[in-house]
């Protein structure tokens, strides 16, 4: 990735960018944010405001399957700002039984190219923080397109990673086996509680948890500035401490 416009940090307000905003998650993340003090761009698939984005909220839509990447270039409203944390919650919506395997790769070049529209405006210290739904331990079974997307995106989100570590721009992605307030893929009441059982804690993390530790990502700098590997698997069965020992 280029930066021939490299902001600097003494003429440019930070700025956060939330995308998938009207998630639960997302709702709840501008909420802390606000709460900080920090400016917010959000994002989603609306063209025009929800009405569950405050008016204060800068709004720009964007679908990973259908805006053009040419959006990107005109009129990105991070523009002349410093992007400080930019969230990527959002995905396309899986579909069982997608008779095309491939129908969501479009989604991950459309992930490529928002995170090299924004890397110029970035700096030393910024950070892109992902959410995905844990490939190997959510039941996907008849979501080929959705498994085949999912590990597009990890390893897209390790290229960054790398690439990214050069601006010391951090890169990371949670994994959860199930994204509270999201139904893609559908899981039963029986198949959350399954899923549960398999974690150290015998349980799932809820929205506020998730928020907090993406809060807790975006902060950190010290002692080690981030973490070496850029998959966090906080509710997994490796974690006996989950926040704490995700970070």
């Known amino acids: 990735m280029g ?8 003429s440019l307000s930070p700025v956060s960018l939330v995308f998938g905003a009207t998630t639960p998650i997302g709702l709840s993340l501008i909420e802390a944010l606000a709460r900080q003090g920090k400016p917010v761009i ?16 800068e709004w720009f839509p964007f679908d990973f399957l259908t805006t053009p990447q040419s959006a990107l270039a005109t009129g990105a409203p991070w523009a002349s700002r ?5 969230y990527i919650l959002s995905h396309p ?3 069982q039984g997608d008779p095309d395997p491939m129908s969501l790769l479009p989604a991950v070049a459309s992930t490529l190219a928002l995170c090299q ?3 110029p405006w970035c700096t030393s210290g910024s950070r892109f923080l992902f959410l995905l739904p844990d490939s190997e331990r959510m039941p996907l079974r008849g979501y080929q397109s959705a498994r085949i997307y999912l590990e597009s995106i990890k390893e897209l989100i390790a290229g960054l990673k790398i690439e990214l570590s050069r601006r010391n721009i951090g890169v990371a992605a949670i994994l959860l086996a199930h994204v509270p307030g999201h139904n893609t893929p559908h899981m039963s009441p029986k198949s959350v509680e399954k899923v ?5 804690s015998g349980r799932l993390f ?14 950190r700098r010290s002692p080690e500035p981030f973490p070496k590997e850029p998959f966090l698997t906080p509710d997994g069965p490796a974690s006996p401490d989950p926040l704490s020992a995700s970070i």
């Open 82 to 86: 410093v992007v400080e944390t930019a």
């Open 206 to 219: 809820g929205t506020a948890e998730t928020v907090r530790l993406l809060l807790e990502l975006a902060d």
């Open 117 to 119: 529209a924004i890397e």
């Open 196 to 200: 549960a059982r398999t974690t150290a």
């Open 93 to 95: 919506t899986f579909r």
């Open 3 to 10: 930066h021939p416009t490299t902001p600097s940090n003494s």
């Open 42 to 57: 959000a994002s989603g698939r609306a063209q025009t405001r929800p009405q569950s984005i405050p008016k204060e909220i």
